[in-house]
């Protein structure tokens, strides 16, 4: 695996993403991590998913757009294991 120098160094980061579906392409991942829930784009410099794969990468120009894409996919875990709870113990909100 190549080095890669740090972001803060390189302006460049980084977001490692495993467990995608078997059918998804770098197209939809790149779409997926560019749509902010505020509306606002985050600048997606690079997408890949690895072939024969559910596992690939996002790069993310600026830390600021890190911060935002690496943001977004911790709430969309976050809903979707609160979602997934819901359905296994019958949850419901207070």
Partial sequence: MPQVAAGD???LYYI???GLPWQCTWQRL???ARNGSDGVLIDIDH???YPDSTDGWVR???KGNFQRALGEILMFLLMFCLLMLNSTFGWRRA
């Fill in 9 to 11: 160094v390189t302006g």
């Fill in 16 to 18: 490692v993403v495993a």
């Fill in 60 to 62: 993310v120009k600026g």
């Fill in 30 to 32: 790149k779409d997926f």
């Fill in 47 to 49: 997408a890949l998913v």
